[in-house]
């Protein structure tokens, strides 16, 4: 089964299907299984497995994005890479093979708040505040990851670079759902919605980011 053993560096180990997966320097090596090696198939090691299944994917495609991968890079958390720092912060935060809202796509960082985020009529609508501050210039860039995980636990990816905020630091910003995300909202009208922000001080050579706020919708 899927497993976060407890040693010095946190090395992830697990089963999936018939493939036995390590993480060595940094990389998640796929090994093949013995075809007669029996898998377990009680409901703590399904859940295990459902739950590695999970965390990897939210790596995988936070991974994706060069920018959310150098952040991850940067961050003082443990971990021999961006892949596998995500790996570690986000494995203990998943539940029965799920994403939580406990779930990161960024390390900890400034200070993020979220006021409001629903969708109605295929349209996401999302209102934060970011204070202005030295560190966080604008424009930026806003990364919102919808997580289905009532339509096989599809992550979807959505960007936008904004200027400055309105009265108060704050933000309000639609998102119009269109093509493949209308049919997952039919199999899962409530996903959850992770938001973070990273701005570049060019002078500094250094990239900055908040915290993830999320919420069930």
């Not at 899927?2 to 796929?30: D, F, H, M, P, T």
């Not at 590695?52 to 995988?60: E, G, I, M």
């Not at 936070?62 to 961006?82: C, D, F, H, M, Y």
Request: with cysteine; charged share 20%; proline share 5%.
């Amino acid at each position: 089964m899927a497993e976060l053993k407890s040693s010095v560096i946190g090395e992830l180990s697990g089963r999936i299907e018939n493939a036995v997966y390590r993480i060595r320097n940094g990389k998640v090596i796929a090994y093949a299984r013995p075809v007669n090696q029996k898998v377990s198939k009680s409901r703590k090691a399904v859940t295990a497995r459902n739950n590695f299944a999970a965390v990897v994917t939210l790596a995988k495609t936070v991974n994706s994005v060069s920018k959310l991968k150098e952040i991850w890079r940067t961050a003082k958390v443990e971990g021999t890479s961006p892949y596998h720092r995500m790996i570690r912060n986000n494995a203990k935060r998943v539940r029965e093979g799920l994403l939580t809202i406990s779930n990161k796509i960024t390390p900890e960082g400034l200070p993020l708040q979220l006021i409001t985020a629903e969708i109605e009529n295929k349209i996401l609508y999302l209102s934060f505040a970011c204070p202005v501050s030295q560190d966080m210039s604008f424009p930026a860039t806003l990364f919102v990851h919808l997580y289905f995980g009532k339509a096989s636990g599809t992550i979807v990816q959505l960007f936008k670079e904004i200027s400055e905020p309105g009265p108060e630091d704050v933000f309000n910003l639609e998102f119009t759902l269109e093509g493949s995300i209308k049919k997952l909202l039919s199999k899962d009208p409530s996903p959850v919605v992770y938001i973070a922000l990273s701005g570049n001080v060019v002078s500094k050579k250094k990239i900055y980011w908040t915290s993830t706020v999320s919420a069930q919708l």
